[in-house]
């Protein structure tokens, strides 16, 4: 492992301190590529409700962030029954809210830059008289960095340590370096490239490739194509926007007899000083590998307790190299735990450096319950709902979670149309162990009026 900066330390803690600092957060989801706007545009067209995506870090980020009191913005208002929910009956604190729409948010730095006297603009006046010394968001880019010059703020980590942190193919070639266990991968500048890399895999006995732009989110900026030729048209052109894309085998059961275990994550939360392991879930993904949910503690670990170990000792190699990048806050490292030749590996799939899908229900759960288990899964409604009458069912089916109680469900967001009514939300299960979570699931859907399925992020 490379030498961390002085006075650095590894921890594990759960939950870590987080930050004493009060700040103004910006729910930029259309920053979150960086630039990217083809990228971008696929991501918005598959959330459903995507304006409403950013509410749900309203129910975490005053644990976040303990300076008080905090500024969020956010496109639309959230649910009022949910943020009832949350701060009368949870007792959580939330933050003030500010609506800023993604359009907006491109032109801000302007705004500000144009606008000495701000008694006019009550979102501006909002920016300029808050308290908060700093500003960060889902990822902090060169805009981010802009407002907060001119609103005399700092950003939390840097926009090199940001992006850089995201980077699938840094991090590729830093595991290599570190000489830890990796997918077998080809580097392809373009479609030519990409093609003589299928056709590799494919002579190495390979029946499927995953292509992977070096930046990207929730399934976006990753495809699975066949290890065949013509595959290589396939793949947009915006995957190579910030340079050359991996080419990796993909690891299905049966394929150079190798068996898929599970898909392991760790939490991550890196200050100036410290870097925390502060949880170990494991990923339910679809099977194209996107994320639709999370369960901690892993049920891998009853069968292969030994896989603990070595989770924790790559998470600090590749957490140690995400805080020499200049990143700064909460992080998701994702693993992939395969059997082959008669041995466990664990390989790392990727880092995430920002508020990921999992973080919030960590945080929520370990802030309630810091020795339970809990488990995450998104729900989507085949009619959109209004959120006071699903609150109501959730509490009328006796699993609504309240402080105290053995166990309960924590609705943190809903995604919504554009009249409010829900189409999706984000729920997590905290108990004394995975089975009463997975009953408290069935024993809620067993009960409510309505049609719903799990979806993904």
Same mark, same amino acid.
């Given at each position: 492992?490379?030498?961390?900066?002085?006075?650095?330390?590894?921890?594990?803690?759960?939950?870590?301190?987080?930050?004493?600092?009060?700040?103004?957060?910006?729910?930029?989801?259309?920053?979150?590529?960086?630039?990217?706007?083809?990228?971008?545009?696929?991501?918005?067209?598959?959330?459903?409700?995507? #304006?409403?995506?950013?509410?749900?870090?309203?129910?975490?980020?005053?644990?976040?962030? #303990? *300076?008080?009191?905090?500024?969020?913005?956010?496109?639309? +208002?959230?649910?009022?029954?949910?943020?009832?929910?949350?701060?009368?009956?949870?007792?959580?604190?939330?933050?003030?809210?500010?609506?800023?729409?993604?359009?907006?948010?491109?032109?801000?730095?302007?705004?500000?830059?144009?606008?000495?006297?701000?008694?006019?603009?009550?979102?501006?006046?909002?920016?300029?008289? #808050?308290?908060?010394?700093?500003?960060?968001?889902?990822?902090?880019?060169? $805009?981010?960095? !802009?407002?907060?010059?001119?609103?005399? @703020?700092?950003?939390?980590?840097? =926009?090199?340590?940001? @992006?850089?942190?995201?980077?699938?193919?840094?991090?590729?070639?830093?595991?290599?370096? !570190?000489?830890?266990?990796?997918?077998?991968? #080809?580097?392809?500048?373009?479609?030519?490239?990409?093609?003589?890399?299928?056709k590799k895999l494919r002579a190495q006995g390979y029946r499927s490739a995953v292509v992977k732009a070096q930046i990207g989110a929730s399934g976006?900026?990753?495809?699975?194509? =066949?290890?065949?030729?013509?595959?290589?048209?396939?793949?947009?052109?915006?995957?190579?926007?910030?340079?050359?894309?991996?080419?990796?085998?993909?690891?299905?059961?049966?394929?150079?007899?190798?068996?898929?275990?599970?898909?392991?994550?760790?939490?991550?939360?890196? +200050?100036?000083?410290?870097i925390f392991l502060f949880d170990m879930t494991e990923q339910i993904l679809s099977e194209e590998s996107v994320h639709q949910g999370n369960a901690?503690?892993? =049920?891998?670990?009853?069968?292969?307790?030994?896989?603990?170990?070595?989770?924790?000792?790559?998470?600090?190699?590749?957490?140690?190299?995400?805080?020499? !990048?200049?990143?700064?806050?909460?992080?998701?490292?994702?693993?992939?735990?395969?059997?082959?030749?008669? *041995?466990?590996?664990?390989?790392?799939?990727?880092?995430?450096?920002?508020?990921?899908?999992?973080?919030?229900?960590?945080?929520?759960?370990?802030?309630?319950?810091?020795?339970?288990?809990?488990?995450? $899964?998104?729900?989507?409604?085949?009619?959109?709902?209004?959120?006071?009458?699903?609150?109501?069912?959730?509490?009328?089916?006796?699993?609504?979670?309240?402080?105290?109680?053995?166990?309960?469900?924590?609705?943190?967001?809903?995604?919504?149309?554009?009249?409010?009514?829900?189409?999706?939300?984000?729920?997590?299960?905290?108990?004394?162990?995975?089975?009463?979570?997975?009953?408290?699931?069935?024993?809620?859907?067993?009960?409510?009026?309505?049609e719903w399925n799990y979806d993904r992020d």
């Amino acid at each position: 492992m490379p030498p961390l900066p002085p006075d650095v330390e590894i921890l594990h803690a759960a939950p870590p301190p987080f930050w004493t600092r009060r700040v103004v957060f910006f729910c930029n989801l259309h920053s979150i590529f960086y630039g990217n706007v083809a990228e971008t545009e696929q991501l918005m067209n598959e959330i459903r409700g995507s #304006h409403s995506y950013g509410g749900r870090v309203i129910s975490i980020l005053d644990l976040l962030f #303990h *300076g008080r009191p905090n500024l969020i913005l956010v496109e639309t +208002s959230p649910n009022t029954g949910l943020t009832n929910y949350l701060a009368d009956t949870l007792g959580l604190s939330l933050p003030l809210t500010a609506i800023l729409p993604s359009e907006d948010y491109a032109t801000l730095a302007a705004r500000l830059a144009r606008a000495p006297s701000t008694r006019d603009d009550k979102l501006l006046g909002q920016l300029r008289d #808050h308290p908060a010394e700093w500003v960060d968001g889902f990822v902090t880019d060169r $805009r981010l960095e !802009q407002i907060a010059g001119i609103l005399g @703020k700092r950003t939390v980590s840097t =926009p090199e340590g940001s @992006k850089n942190g995201n980077n699938k193919y840094l991090l590729y070639l830093h595991l290599v370096k !570190q000489r830890l266990p990796a997918f077998d991968t #080809h580097i392809a500048s373009d479609r030519g490239e990409l093609a003589a890399g299928l056709k590799k895999l494919r002579a190495q006995g390979y029946r499927s490739a995953v292509v992977k732009a070096q930046i990207g989110a929730s399934g976006h900026g990753m495809v699975r194509l =066949p290890a065949e030729e013509g595959a290589a048209a396939e793949v947009p052109e915006f995957y190579y926007f910030e340079g050359p894309c991996m080419v990796q085998g993909w690891i299905e059961n049966g394929v150079l007899e190798t068996k898929k275990l599970a898909s392991p994550s760790v939490q991550l939360f890196l +200050s100036d000083e410290k870097i925390f392991l502060f949880d170990m879930t494991e990923q339910i993904l679809s099977e194209e590998s996107v994320h639709q949910g999370n369960a901690s503690p892993p =049920p891998i670990l009853e069968q292969f307790p030994e896989v603990e170990r070595e989770l924790w000792r790559q998470a600090s190699i590749v957490a140690t190299w995400l805080h020499g !990048q200049g990143y700064r806050g909460t992080a998701s490292a994702d693993f992939l735990i395969i059997e082959r030749g008669g *041995g466990l590996e664990t390989l790392v799939c990727e880092i995430n450096a920002r508020v990921t899908g999992a973080t919030y229900p960590a945080l929520l759960a370990r802030h309630f319950k810091p020795e339970g288990n809990w488990l995450m $899964r998104n729900i989507g409604f085949r009619k959109a709902i209004d959120g006071g009458e699903l609150l109501a069912l959730l509490d009328g089916a006796g699993v609504l979670f309240r402080p105290g109680a053995p166990a309960g469900m924590i609705p943190f967001n809903f995604n919504t149309d554009v009249d409010g009514r829900v189409l999706k939300g984000q729920f997590v299960c905290i108990a004394e162990n995975l089975e009463i979570c997975n009953a408290l699931l069935a024993r809620a859907w067993a009960r409510l009026p309505v049609e719903w399925n799990y979806d993904r992020d």
